[in-house]
């Protein structure tokens, strides 16, 4: 049987540029950037505690700020993406394409 996977959202702000690079590092194991201190994770509960494990040794936390969000199958599907890469697919962690959501075009170049 299948380890069930859930979609998070990790979003940091880190006051010294040497941790913040070692964090962007670390999470590079587990999931994908998708703009300036965002990733995006697709991961199981046993590799969701060992990223929080690592998160916790790279931070500091009373000068850092890290946030995780859970985001539901269902609001994936309403997730909407305007320039950028497309949202992280499951069963392709290390490409990025638009299936959840719906990928918006056009603006301003």
Same mark, same amino acid.
């Given at each position: 049987?299948?380890?069930? &996977?859930?979609? =998070? =959202?990790?979003?940091?702000? $880190? @006051? &010294?540029?040497?941790?913040?690079?070692?964090?962007?590092?670390?999470?590079?194991? %587990?999931?994908?950037?998708?703009?300036? @201190?965002?990733?995006?994770?697709? $991961?199981?509960?046993?590799?969701?505690? &060992?990223?929080?494990?690592? =998160?916790?040794?790279? $931070?500091?936390?009373?000068?850092?700020?890290?946030?995780? %969000? %859970?985001?539901?199958?269902?609001?994936?599907?309403?997730?909407?993406? $305007?320039?950028?890469?497309? =949202?992280?697919?499951?069963?392709?962690? @290390?490409?990025?394409?638009?299936?959840?959501?719906?990928?918006?075009?056009?603006?301003?170049?």
């Amino acid at each position: 049987m299948a380890k069930e &996977k859930q979609f =998070i =959202i990790v979003v940091y702000d $880190i @006051s &010294k540029d040497k941790r913040r690079t070692k964090l962007h590092n670390v999470l590079l194991d %587990y999931g994908s950037p998708v703009q300036y @201190s965002v990733f995006e994770c697709i $991961i199981d509960e046993n590799t969701y505690k &060992k990223m929080l494990k690592a =998160i916790l040794k790279v $931070i500091s936390p009373k000068a850092d700020h890290v946030r995780l %969000y %859970y985001v539901c199958e269902g609001c994936l599907k309403k997730v909407k993406v $305007i320039g950028g890469k497309d =949202i992280l697919r499951d069963d392709e962690p @290390s490409l990025l394409v638009g299936e959840y959501g719906e990928r918006e075009e056009g603006g301003a170049d």
